[in-house]
């Protein structure tokens, strides 16, 4: 892993701990996101982390608190971003680029959303993405059709759209030791 791959952190907000967004999958994918980011901070290497706010006059609701487990440092940026994609609307591409930034590892939520949309306009932008998949999460969902899909069989499907083709789909100890 290059000594400036960035860890970008997506919407790890307490929104997603309200019990209406349904069944989840990965109830420790925060911690791995901690542990993570512990130890990318050892390394010096760049951490930016992402809020979505798609309504600025709900800015400072409690629900869309970064979680503390990844609570950014002061010299963290944070990217604010009111869309899916963390490069719409925001200055993350011109971030990377000014740092030369080409690796990331993406972690956060939920998968199938910002996670995938974030990582797909990675790749098209000349970005090599890694999306950590125990570092990832998503809720269960009824379909167009009235199917009601699981969150793992939906966390599951996004990245087998994604790895190998957008990204490279790896677990929180594939990272670490590429850290080492």
């Known amino acids: 892993m290059s000594a400036n791959a960035a860890l970008l952190l997506i ?3 307490n929104y997603f701990d309200d019990p209406r967004q349904g069944k989840r999958n990965n109830p ?3 911690e791995n996101m901690a542990l993570l980011l512990n130890e990318w901070r050892k390394t010096n290497r760049p951490v930016i982390h992402v809020q979505h706010i ?3 006059s709900l800015a400072h609701h409690p629900g869309r608190n970064i979680k503390e487990i990844v609570a ?3 010299e963290e940026p944070v990217i ?3 869309v899916n994609s963390a490069f719409i609307g925001t200055n993350l591409e011109a971030y990377l680029r000014e740092g ?3 690796t990331l590892v993406i972690v956060g939520l939920t998968t199938d959303h910002c996670v995938s949309t974030t990582t797909r306009m990675a790749k098209n932008l000349g970005f090599t993405p890694f999306i950590v998949s125990d570092a990832t999460a998503t809720f269960e969902r009824v379909s167009f059709d009235g199917n009601l899909y699981s969150a793992e069989e939906i966390h599951n ?3 087998v759209s994604l790895h190998e083709e957008f990204a490279t789909v790896i677990d929180t ?7 080492e």
């Open 173 to 179: 100890d594939g990272v670490l030791e590429l850290l």
């Open 157 to 159: 499907l996004a990245l």
């Open 28 to 30: 420790n994918a925060e």
């Open 100 to 102: 030369e930034i080409e």
């Open 11 to 13: 919407d790890v907000q």
């Open 54 to 56: 798609s309504n600025p």
């Open 80 to 82: 604010v971003k009111n």
């Open 72 to 74: 950014p440092l002061p």
